[in-house]
């Protein structure tokens, strides 16, 4: 099995910036993709980037341009460096680790408690 957590949240202002980190533990060599996701106060569930267990990203259109998603050589952490932070960008941000089972039969999905990033002045 695969455990995720996540931290770096906290209250920023607009235009600032902040670093999401998930830590995997685990069967961490299984994982296959990393992605975060967000989840806003009006319960919109959101995908926001991925990272691949070969370094390939993609990003929401929403944040394209101003997150980057990024991993340890490890592979056991995975980033989120969010800039330029709006007040829409207000979520709780969760990180989704998609890894093999123990048999390769299928792939299931690992989830964290979020971590929450508030965006006000």
């Known amino acids: 099995q695969v455990q995720v957590t996540e931290s770096g949240g906290g209250l920023v202002q607009p235009g600032g910036s902040l670093m999401l980190s998930c830590i995997a533990s685990?069967?961490?060599?299984?994982?296959?993709?990393t992605n975060w996701y967000r989840q806003t106060p009006t319960n919109q569930r959101e995908w926001v980037a991925v990272?691949?267990?070969?370094?390939?990203?993609k990003y929401a259109d929403s944040v394209a341009g101003r997150f980057s998603i990024s991993k340890d050589n490890a592979g056991s952490t995975v980033f989120l460096q969010t800039t330029s932070l709006k007040s829409e960008d207000t979520a709780r941000y969760y990180c989704?680790?998609?890894?093999?089972?123990?048999?390769?039969?299928?792939?299931?999905?690992?989830w964290g408690q979020g971590t929450l990033v508030t965006v006000s002045s």
């Open positions: 989704n680790a998609r890894y093999w089972r123990d048999d390769g039969s299928s792939l299931v999905d690992a």
């Open positions: 685990g069967s961490i060599a299984r994982i296959r993709a």
């Open positions: 990272i691949t267990n070969d370094g390939s990203v």
